[in-house]
C-alpha cells in the first residue's frame, strides 16, 4: 500500500477556494480522498469544485462563515453528510485582522479575531471529531503562523490568535491521541498568496524578505501542501501534537 494514499478517505478543507488550501484541496484530491472544500461565498466555492472536478477528483463545495456559529454548525453537518463521514479536517478558513501594535487595538476587534480564528475551530473540531473517535481513526490540522512562534509589532492578534491555535493543538493531542487521530498544526513563514500579497507584489521588498530566509525564497503554496498530505497519509501518523514550521529555514 502506498504510504501516501489517500483512497476512501474524506477530507474537508475549509478556506480552500485559493492560496494554500486550494493546494492542500489538490494535493489530498490527487492521493485519492473524497474533498469537501469551503469559501465564504457560493461562488467562490463553486469554481473551486469547477478546478478540482476538471482533475476528475470527487469534490463537494459548500460555504462557510467562520465568525458565524449558525453557519459553523450548518457547514458541519453537510460536511458530514457529503460523503457520510468525514476523516481528514484541515482548518485553514481565517479572516483579516487588523494590522498595528497591540496599543491601538480594541475589544471588538479582539473578540472577531478570536472568533474567525479560534471560536470556528473549536467548533468545527467539536461537530466533526466525534465521528473519528467512534471510527478510531483520523487526522486534524490547523493552519497557524511562524508569528504564533515570535514577537511582531505589526501582527499582534493574528499572531495571538496563532498561538492560541498551537496551544489548542497540544492539548487535543493528549484527548485524541489515544483514539488514533493525530493532531498538528501547519506554521507557514511568508508564502506567495492574496492573503499575503503586500509580501511579495513589491519585487524590491521580496528580495528583502527572501534575504532573510535561509533558502533565499518566500514559500509556495504547493510546499504547505506537501506538509498537510504527509500529515493526513499513513506515512505521517505518528507526527501527533506538533506545531511544524514551513518557512525555508526562517526559525532556524
Known amino acids: 500500500m502506498d504510504s501516501l494514499d489517500l483512497s476512501g478517505k474524506v477530507a474537508v478543507i475549509t478556506g480552500a477556494t485559493k492560496g494554500m488550501g486550494f493546494a492542500i484541496a489538490d494535493a489530498l484530491g490527487s492521493a485519492g480522498a473524497s474533498l469537501v472544500v469551503s469559501g465564504r461565498t457560493a461562488r467562490s466555492a463553486a469554481d473551486a469544485q469547477g478546478r478540482l472536478k476538471l482533475k476528475e477528483y470527487r469534490v463537494r463545495a459548500l460555504t462557510i462563515d467562520v465568525g458565524n456559529p449558525q ?19 484541515v482548518l485553514n478558513a481565517a479572516a483579516n485582522t487588523p494590522d498595528g501594535p497591540m496599543l491601538a487595538r ?4 479582539f473578540d472577531t479575531v478570536m472568533a474567525t480564528n479560534v471560536r470556528s475551530a473549536l467548533m468545527l473540531v467539536n461537530l466533526l471529531a466525534p465521528g473519528m473517535v467512534e471510527r478510531k481513526d483520523g487526522s486534524i490540522m490547523f493552519m497557524s503562523s511562524r508569528v504564533a512562534k515570535r514577537g511582531t509589532a505589526l501582527l499582534g ?12 493543538v497540544r492539548n487535543l493531542a493528549l484527548e485524541l ?7 498538528n498544526s501547519i506554521c507557514p513563514g511568508p508564502v506567495r498568496t492574496e492573503f499575503s500579497r503586500i509580501l511579495w507584489e513589491d519585487p524590491a521588498r521580496e528580495a528583502q524578505i527572501s534575504s532573510a530566509i535561509p533558502m533565499r525564497r518566500i514559500g509556495e503554496p504547493q510546499d504547505v501542501a506537501g506538509l498537510a498530505l504527509l500529515l493526513a497519509s499513513p506515512a505521517g501518523r505518528f507526527i501527533h501534537g506538533q506545531n511544524i514550521s514551513v518557512d525555508g529555514g526562517m526559525t532556524a
Open 71 to 89: 453557519s459553523v454548525e450548518t457547514f458541519a453537518e453537510q460536511a458530514k453528510d457529503a460523503f457520510g463521514r468525514v476523516d481528514i479536517l
Open 106 to 109: 480594541t475589544a471588538d476587534e
Open 157 to 168: 492578534l493574528y499572531a495571538l490568535a496563532k498561538a492560541a491555535i498551537d496551544q489548542y
Open 177 to 183: 491521541g489515544p483514539s488514533n487521530i493525530n493532531v
